[in-house]
């Protein structure tokens, strides 16, 4: 029962209640439709008949079955989570928030508050994470949806063909025909087929990561990865090669999501790997990854609050429109500390630099976040050489020295040219 609770206070979010609107209008709309068909001559409606009903509302049990599963969750590593061996702790990352260490393929998302197992995103649609316990049941969600859609825009498409050519003048319709039916099913039709090629693409590119065995985390932590590399090289420094372990083939990737049993295989902590690869690839390339972002962290100090909202108007219209809906927020007072690892046009993300019993007295769960770029001010730091300075000069400073460097190339090159 208490799972039951948990699953319908997800569905009280905006995500969940757009996409079951989406359903009841397209279910709604196409039952219509069908009905009035039915109500056509039995010899020129054959296909139109009981049949189109079963195929409909199996449409409709299959999507809501597994929009339900799906609101489950991928699964979480219990707070404080340790590996057995305690060796291991060394290659893995700490979760200061959940105060244990993450699983192999585990992430910590700031929406759900809590480190899901191969956590591959957060779904809106959902309200939660899709990955390792509910990945099947998302993607077969994907799947049907299209289906059912394409299904209930053909029957909304026929009903409103026979009311333009006005074939329900010859015979007597089950329920009478008046425009705000008419305007129901255009309705019907044009949301049908935006959901059917939105979850489509959705689904398409579940099935291409599902056959690689890559989350869309994993897949951007590998392409940091390959840029590490190539800068590394570009500086005559030499990386070992990253080898990612858990691609072991399609087949072999596509069985861990889908298979009879309905189930993922695996506990969500080990898993298979390939030949000669280690457990900890992943989590110990995730580990340099961050310690090389350490390195090139902005400090600056906050010299104007703000309080964390999600429009926050008071700091400009294009602060308040051009922030993402999605990311967190957090939010700093005048005078905190706060290291910046990311830029924006109009924010900047980054840790608020917080004792425990500052973060606590704030009632922050996380201390990581966004905040408007005008708020933040850049520190005197002697190792950057840089003088005290707002966050766009930086920025500025950045742009100076990529285009001396390009204009360095373009003398080089004429130089070249002129020797020839």
Same mark, same amino acid.
């Given at each position: 029962?208490? *799972?039951?609770?948990?699953?319908?206070?997800?569905? &009280?979010?905006?995500?969940?209640?757009?996409?079951?609107?989406?359903?009841?209008?397209?279910?709604?709309?196409?039952?219509?439709?069908?009905?009035?068909?039915?109500?056509?001559?039995? #010899?020129?409606?054959?296909?139109?008949?009981?049949?189109?009903?079963?195929?409909?509302?199996?449409?409709?049990?299959?999507? &809501? =079955?597994?929009?339900?599963?799906?609101?489950?969750?991928?699964? %979480?590593?219990?707070?404080?989570?340790?590996? $057995?061996?305690?060796?291991?702790?060394?290659?893995?990352?700490?979760?200061?928030?959940?105060?244990?260490?993450?699983?192999?393929?585990?992430? #910590?998302?700031?929406?759900?508050?809590?480190?899901?197992?191969? !956590?591959?995103?957060?779904?809106?649609?959902?309200?939660?994470?899709?990955?390792?316990?509910?990945?099947?049941?998302?993607?077969?969600? @994907?799947?049907?949806?299209?289906?059912?859609?394409?299904?209930?825009?053909?029957?909304?498409?026929?009903?409103?063909?026979?009311?333009? @050519?006005?074939?329900?003048?010859?015979?007597?319709?089950?329920?009478?025909?008046? !425009?705000?039916?008419?305007?129901?099913?255009?309705?019907?039709?044009?949301?049908?087929?935006?959901?059917?090629?939105?979850?489509?693409?959705?689904?398409?590119?579940?099935?291409? %990561?599902? /056959?690689?065995?890559? @989350?869309?985390?994993?897949?951007?932590?590998?392409?940091? $990865?390959?840029?590490?590399? =190539?800068?590394?090289?570009?500086?005559?420094?030499?990386?070992?090669?990253?080898?990612?372990?858990?691609?072991?083939?399609?087949?072999?990737?596509?069985?861990?999501?889908?298979?009879?049993?309905?189930?993922?295989?695996?506990?969500?902590?080990?898993?298979?790997?390939?030949?000669?690869?280690?457990?900890?690839?992943?989590?110990?390339?995730?580990?340099?990854?961050?310690?090389?972002?350490?390195? #090139?962290?902005?400090?600056?100090?906050?010299?104007?609050?703000?309080?964390?909202?999600?429009?926050?108007?008071?700091?400009?219209?294009?602060? $308040?429109?051009?922030?993402?809906?999605?990311?967190?927020?957090?939010?700093? &007072?005048?005078?905190?500390?706060?290291?910046?690892? =990311?830029?924006? *046009?109009?924010?900047?993300?980054?840790?608020?630099?917080?004792?425990?019993?500052?973060?606590?007295?704030? #009632? &922050?769960?996380?201390?990581?976040?966004?905040?408007?770029?005008? /708020?933040?001010?850049?520190?005197?730091?002697?190792?950057?050489?840089?003088? /005290?300075?707002?966050?766009?000069?930086?920025?500025? %400073?950045?742009? $100076?020295?990529? @285009?001396?460097?390009?204009?360095?190339?373009? =003398?080089?090159?004429?130089?070249?040219?002129?020797?020839?």
């Amino acid at each position: 029962m208490g *799972e039951v609770l948990v699953r319908l206070r997800r569905v &009280l979010h905006w995500g969940p209640l757009i996409a079951l609107t989406i359903i009841t209008i397209v279910t709604i709309s196409g039952s219509y439709s069908a009905i009035q068909l039915w109500s056509r001559p039995k #010899h020129r409606v054959t296909f139109f008949r009981w049949p189109n009903f079963i195929v409909m509302y199996t449409w409709l049990f299959l999507i &809501l =079955k597994n929009f339900y599963q799906a609101l489950h969750g991928p699964g %979480s590593t219990p707070g404080g989570w340790k590996p $057995a061996n305690p060796e291991d702790c060394q290659f893995l990352q700490y979760c200061k928030i959940c105060e244990g260490y993450k699983a192999p393929r585990s992430h #910590h998302c700031h929406q759900c508050e809590r480190c899901s197992i191969k !956590m591959d995103h957060h779904c809106p649609w959902i309200n939660n994470c899709v990955g390792h316990e509910n990945h099947a049941s998302f993607l077969r969600f @994907t799947f049907y949806v299209p289906l059912g859609c394409l299904h209930g825009a053909i029957l909304n498409a026929n009903f409103l063909y026979r009311v333009i @050519t006005n074939e329900f003048m010859y015979y007597r319709p089950y329920f009478q025909i008046n !425009m705000g039916w008419i305007i129901m099913a255009m309705m019907g039709i044009a949301v049908a087929m935006g959901a059917a090629i939105g979850v489509f693409i959705l689904f398409a590119t579940q099935v291409y %990561s599902i /056959c690689k065995n890559e @989350t869309q985390i994993e897949d951007w932590i590998i392409s940091k $990865a390959r840029q590490r590399r =190539k800068r590394a090289r570009s500086q005559g420094v030499q990386l070992e090669p990253f080898v990612y372990p858990y691609n072991l083939g399609p087949w072999e990737n596509f069985k861990q999501v889908i298979n009879f049993s309905g189930r993922a295989r695996g506990n969500g902590v080990e898993w298979p790997v390939k030949e000669g690869c280690n457990p900890y690839s992943l989590s110990i390339e995730q580990l340099e990854q961050k310690k090389e972002k350490r390195e #090139h962290v902005v400090e600056a100090e906050v010299v104007r609050p703000y309080n964390g909202a999600w429009c926050p108007c008071s700091h400009g219209v294009c602060v $308040a429109l051009c922030g993402s809906p999605v990311d967190r927020r957090v939010p700093i &007072l005048t005078g905190d500390s706060f290291d910046i690892s =990311k830029y924006d *046009e109009y924010w900047v993300y980054g840790d608020v630099l917080l004792s425990e019993a500052e973060k606590k007295s704030r #009632h &922050l769960v996380s201390t990581r976040g966004w905040v408007p770029r005008h /708020c933040i001010k850049e520190k005197r730091s002697e190792r950057r050489g840089e003088g /005290c300075g707002d966050v766009s000069d930086v920025a500025a %400073s950045v742009s $100076a020295k990529t @285009t001396a460097q390009e204009g360095k190339k373009t =003398k080089g090159k004429k130089t070249k040219a002129k020797e020839e």
